[in-house]
């Protein structure tokens, strides 16, 4: 997956919408707001409506320059077809899950099961043999969840939540 | 004056301070080099189990943690790609490239000796200036203090790598995320859409944790493992201690004069309220770029940018503790949480503490330049160690960073929201990347937004709405031409000369 600036791809042109989309929620809440000089002093909306209008100016010209641009190829790996997509969406919805168990399960449930796949994803995408990853993944689901409950709590009794329903 | 601090060295001979220091070393290197944990969570940590601690050593021991705090935020930005502080996130650019580039264990060799002498300059003119020094920086007005913030965001979005209206475009939104909640100065909520979670804003841990940790971990996650640098490393032989040390054709390359300039830099950034390392490194690493031998070079494995950076953020550390004990103000969170020491112990940080308590305080005096010391030595040692951290398998290694990093969040905020807000921003920090947007301009915003916000509009309210204070105050008006420089020497400048060129 690329990182620098890239070709033409259907993502950039898509991506400066959802910034344009963004801004325009954004410009939503300041229009909510008291105008910027309304009182004579730069109010709450004054660097959020100087700031809003640089985006949206900025976000048309990155757009133009974008479509101007001749297109992209896209990266495969070897066990894994389209893992530049698969894999960050994996990744995001098991952090998402991750969060969401250890508010209601607990951290050494959530923080096992969330190890362990990710650790276990990133395994079967580098060598294709399951069940390898599989073991990984759950050594590893081990290790780093004792870790972290001896680092968090035993070591700076910080509090987790710990199996609370 | 001298003999005390010659006495400050000498309690440090003492094995339970000596202990104490190393103890507070071994903690900031851990705290800074881990991604989601920072110098200053383990100061906070530290501060109930002060009550019960001698003042000296404890003072000691907050000064080993601050000195490789700092430090360490390079270690896991130039092996991983992670900074493990915000301080770091300028180094991470060059020393990763460098790292990708098979020089990890010179990249980490350079950061650590630009480091100690950064750390080395701060302490000298801590002790030798603190006073006189500290006095020119309460000169600092509210217009002046906007002018520096606002050529920080500039330089730092005009060094960034690729297109110039990306790296704008990323900085606004680092400042759109910080205008998120309360106000810094009426007592109202803004963008909160009516929750109450959003009113407390976007704290600036999670927004670093999502903008390197997490987003890091969802880019690994997206790349196959054949393309992943830590096959290249390991294809590398094993580095011997050895090859930490810096060359003396390396050190000439860059430049001891170079690097004791950047640490200037970053002991008067550090003096400044609201300065700070990031800041501080942002800025070196602009002027360093500025009158380099090879600007060309920065943003694709510099050592000239890594040292400045390195030399700036930990001149910073005794630079911000200037007018910390000289006037009692602490100028960031790390200060004051050591004001906080101090108080717990009895003692008012202010003009009057040198003169009646120097011997109290010359120890951490002693124990700064030590712990600038300990942060080569401890490259020597460690190294190797550092380097590992790219050869061990990626899928333990960001299952571990994933974890810590999430948990870190909640450990430092106690809110579930918070975690959100980190995955949010990775995501946000993820598609920037992708899209070719630089994401240091986009953390830099999120840093500087309240203080750029609060210091031009509590000018314009001086001003009655007059913009013409920024330049009639001879201090803002340099810093403004400063930053006139910059953008000419750094973008207008370079490309002139591509289109005479070409």
């Known amino acids: 997956m690329s990182t620098s600036s890239s070709p033409r791809s259907a993502r950039q042109i898509l991506f400066a919408l959802l910034l344009l989309a963004g801004n325009t929620v954004y410009a939503s809440q300041i229009l909510q707001m008291s105008r910027p000089f309304a009182t004579g002093e730069p109010g709450p909306s004054f660097l959020p409506s100087l700031l809003c209008g640089f985006v949206y100016v900025a976000v048309v010209c990155i757009l133009g320059a974008e479509l101007r641009k001749p297109a992209a190829a896209a990266e495969g790996s070897d066990h894994v077809p389209r893992v530049g997509l698969l894999g960050p969406v994996l990744a995001i919805a098991l952090t998402a899950g991750f969060i969401l168990g250890f508010f209601y399960v607990g951290y050494l449930p959530a923080a096992f099961v969330y190890t362990a796949l990710i650790a276990g994803c990133f395994n079967f995408e580098e060598n294709g043999k399951l069940r390898r990853a599989a073991l990984i993944g759950v050594a590893t689901g081990l290790c780093v969840t004792l870790f972290g409950w001896l680092f968090f709590v035993q070591l700076f009794d910080l509090y987790l939540p710990l199996w609370e329903f | ?502």
Not at chain 2, 51 to 80: H, K, Q, R
Not at chain 2, 237 to 246: I, V
Not at chain 2, 374 to 387: D, E, K, N, Q, R
Request: glycine share 12%; net charge positive; aromatic share 8%.
């Open chain 2, 1 to 502: 004056m001298a003999a005390q601090i010659v006495d400050g060295f000498l309690m440090l001979l003492h094995p339970v301070t000596f202990l104490y220091l190393i103890g507070g070393f071994l903690l900031g290197l851990l705290f800074g080099a881990i991604p989601g944990l920072t110098a200053t969570l383990a100061i906070a940590l530290l501060l109930p189990f002060t009550f019960s601690m001698d003042v000296a050593d404890a003072l000691v021991m907050v000064a080993g943690i601050y000195m490789a705090g700092l430090y360490a935020g390079s270690i896991t930005g130039i092996t991983l790609n992670i900074p493990g502080a915000p301080s770091g996130a300028i180094t991470t650019v060059d020393g990763h490239a460098l790292m990708k580039r098979g020089e990890g264990a010179q990249a980490l060799g350079m950061s650590a000796f630009a480091s100690t002498i950064g750390g080395l300059t701060g302490v000298v003119i801590l002790i030798a200036l603190a006073k006189p020094v500290s006095s020119v920086a309460l000169l600092f007005q509210t217009p002046d203090k906007f002018s520096l913030v606002l050529l920080a965001i500039v330089t730092v979005t005009i060094v960034s790598q690729g297109s110039l209206l990306k790296s704008a475009t990323a900085m606004a939104i680092g400042l759109m995320i910080a205008t998120v909640g309360i106000d810094p100065m009426l007592p109202e909520g803004r963008f909160d859409f009516g929750s109450y979670n959003l009113i407390e804003g976007v704290n600036l841990l999670p927004a670093v944790i999502g903008l390197f940790a997490v987003c890091e971990l969802i880019a690994q996650a997206g790349m196959p493992a054949r393309l992943s640098q830590a096959q290249a490393v390991a294809d590398l032989p094993a580095p011997r201690r050895r090859d930490f040390l810096p060359s003396r054709a390396r050190i000439r390359e860059v430049g001891l004069f170079a690097m004791l300039r950047s640490s200037v830099l970053g002991v008067l950034i550090g003096m400044l309220p609201g300065g700070g390392a990031s800041m501080a490194s942002f800025i070196a690493y602009a002027e360093a770029k500025r009158s380099a031998k090879k600007p060309e070079e920065f943003g694709k494995g510099s050592y000239e940018g890594l040292s400045a950076s390195e030399a700036a953020n930990n001149g910073v550390c005794g630079g911000a503790i200037i007018p910390l004990l000289t006037m009692g103000i602490p100028g960031d969170a790390v200060t004051a949480i050591i004001f906080g020491v101090l108080l717990l112990h009895g003692l008012v940080p202010g003009p009057t503490l040198l003169s009646d308590n120097f011997m109290v305080v010359s120890p951490m005096f002693a124990a700064l330049f030590v712990a600038s010391l300990l942060i080569f030595v401890s490259v020597l040692l460690f190294g190797p160690v550092y380097l590992r951290l790219s050869r061990i398998n990626r899928g333990v290694l960001y299952a571990f960073i994933g974890m810590i990093s999430m948990v870190g969040v909640y450990a430092s905020t106690f809110s579930i929201f918070q975690m959100w807000v980190a995955l949010a921003i990775g995501v946000l920090a993820m598609l920037l990347r992708v899209c070719g947007y630089p994401v240091v301009p986009a953390l830099m915003g999120v840093i500087l937004g309240p203080y750029f916000e609060e210091f031009l509009r509590r000018s314009l309210i001086v001003s009655k709405g007059d913009p013409s204070i920024f330049v009639t105050s001879p201090i803002s008006l340099v810093l403004l031409l400063l930053t006139l420089g910059f953008i000419w020497m750094l973008r207008i400048g370079p490309a002139r000369k591509a289109k005479a060129g070409a």
